[in-house]
């Protein structure tokens, strides 16, 4: 065999083990790819099987979601303190006479001649009502005027009809409007009743075209007609009166 004829046939022998080489490597990477995504999806079945298992735990639970509460509350730059201030805010059924205005002070004594009410309470109250006032287009007079008729201020009132609370809502009629509050049983707490009250209330005026007639249709559908007329009487009176206590 000639020199040339050996070095030729040695360059297709290193050229064929260096193909078969390479083969081989690409066979094995395949199986180790299709091994390891098997294995990554067994790995996350398991992760998610014990993840619903430690959710069900009522512990794990709230870990896990004072954990997420507390990521998001650092991304939206809230503060612990803040948002445990915000919470006794909502919760808060009473407030210092210090909070109110020189006005509300003047309707806090007024409510309190007539319906004989703790201030703190009442101040609480009176600051639920004069923003919700505001944000209606309602005078504050007038959802108090109606509170009084009512309920006589008491968030525990229960009418024969079934109305409750402060603005003595129908629950049957309005359950929906409860859903964001935690449910019907929200209505006997006095900020979610005077809420949904004066929702109500406000509809009812818009539907009518004026306050009275409003007022014929918030008490509707419990009373007879005559009733109806001693009830819008009532309440403007007792409107009127809070009027005269601020002027």
Request: proline share 4%; charged share 20%.
């Amino acid at each position: 065999m000639s020199q040339t004829a050996f070095h030729e046939t040695a360059a297709q022998w290193i050229l064929g083990f260096w193909r078969g080489l390479l083969t081989f490597g690409r066979d094995i990477g395949r199986g180790f790819v299709s091994i390891s995504h098997h294995s990554f999806a067994v790995l996350g079945l398991l992760a998610l099987i014990l993840c619903i298992l430690a959710l069900a735990r009522p512990e794990v639970r709230t870990l896990t979601v004072q954990s997420v509460q507390g990521w998001l509350f650092t991304r939206l730059h809230i503060s612990e303190a803040s948002d445990e201030q915000q919470q006794v805010l909502l919760r808060s059924l009473a407030a210092p006479s210090t909070d109110l205005s020189p006005l509300q002070m003047k309707l806090v004594q007024a409510v309190r001649s007539k319906y004989k009410i703790a201030p703190e309470p009442l101040n609480a109250l009176m600051l639920e009502v004069f923003d919700l006032a505001e944000r209606s287009a309602l005078e504050a007079t007038l959802i108090l005027a109606v509170i009084g008729v009512e309920s006589n201020y008491n968030p525990f009132a229960n009418s024969p009809s079934g109305a409750k609370g402060l603005m003595q809502v129908i629950p049957q009629v309005h359950s929906e409007q409860f859903t964001p509050y935690g449910g019907v049983m929200a209505i006997f707490d006095p900020k979610t009743n005077i809420r949904i009250g004066v929702k109500i209330l406000k509809e009812c005026i818009n539907l009518s075209g004026s306050v009275e007639e409003g007022l014929r249709l918030y008490k509707g559908g419990e009373e007879s007609i005559s009733r109806e007329t001693e009830y819008i009487s009532r309440v403007m009176a007792e409107q009127e009166r809070l009027n005269q206590a601020i002027q």
